[in-house]
T-cell receptor, first 110, second 113 residues
Framework: GQSLEQPSEVTAVEGAIVQINCTYQ??????LSWYQHHDGGAPTFLSY????GLEETGRFSSFLSRSDSYGYLLLQELQMKDSASYFCAVRDRDGQNFVFGPGTRLSVLP | DVKVTQSSRYLVKRTGEKVFLECVQD?????MFWYRQDPGLGLRLIYF???????EKGDIPEGYSVSREKKERFSLILESASTNQTSMYLCASKRQREGAEQYFGPGTRLTVT
């Protein structure tokens, strides 16, 4: 079967750094994406890793290790507005389909 | 500005009713997707479409059908709604050959009583 695992909840304080992990077992793999989802809004794309290593976009970075079937999203200088759910997603099935993880709810405290 | 819109934010239907959820994108994307989101399960793919009149089953197609008569519109149909179809439904679109970014609509919260 296909499965992705993420922690269900993470809590951190403003200004801190938090890492959200994602491990996956899928029939195919073209890359790992991360999405942010605020309640009541549309999920928005954050990053995509097709190759091993770290991708940095502002305060957010994403890492992939294909040999370990593992990736993480790193959020630095946390702000209250970062409180949201974060989903990892594997691009598989000839690269046209996506399998999502269960999501991690991040709470940023003052 | 890219946009994916869904016909309703909230919908309440009775068991056995036929339900239509509409999704429209204005980005000329080839690929469109329907997901349902449930607590602890994340987003699960119901159906997707590569092009007009093309459709493929996702992971949980049972009880659903889809229609894509125009490139910009992808409809999800519940032929006979059941209480276990109470969920948040999210539509997304993506350009076929470019990267991995999907653009999502705001979702439709469907309650079947």
């Amino acid at each position: 079967g296909q499965s992705l695992e993420q922690p269900s909840e993470v809590t951190a304080v403003e200004g801190a750094i938090v890492q959200i992990n994602c491990t996956y077992q899928t029939s195919g793999f073209y890359g790992l994406s991360w999405y942010q989802h605020h309640d009541g809004g549309a999920p928005t794309f954050l990053s995509y890793n097709a190759l091993d290593g770290l991708e940095e976009t502002g305060r957010f970075s994403s890492f992939l290790s294909r040999s370990d079937s593992y990736g993480y999203l790193l959020l630095q200088e946390l702000q209250m507005k970062d409180s949201a759910s974060y989903f990892c997603a594997v691009r598989d099935r000839d690269g046209q389909n996506f399998v999502f993880g269960p999501g991690t709810r991040l709470s940023v405290l003052p | 500005d890219v946009k994916v819109t869904q016909s309703s934010r909230y919908l309440v239907k009775r068991t056995g009713e036929k339900v239509f959820l509409e999704c429209v994108q204005d980005m000329d994307h080839e690929n469109m997707f329907w997901y349902r989101q449930d607590p602890g399960l994340g987003l699960r793919l119901i159906y997707f479409s590569y092009d007009v009149k093309m459709k493929e089953k996702g992971d949980i197609p049972e009880g659903y059908s889809v229609s894509r008569e125009k490139k910009e519109r992808f409809s999800l149909i519940l032929e006979s709604a059941s209480t276990n179809q109470t969920s948040m439904y999210l539509c997304a679109s993506k350009r076929q050959r470019e990267g991995a970014e999907q653009y999502f609509g705001p979702g439709t919260r469907l309650t079947v009583t």
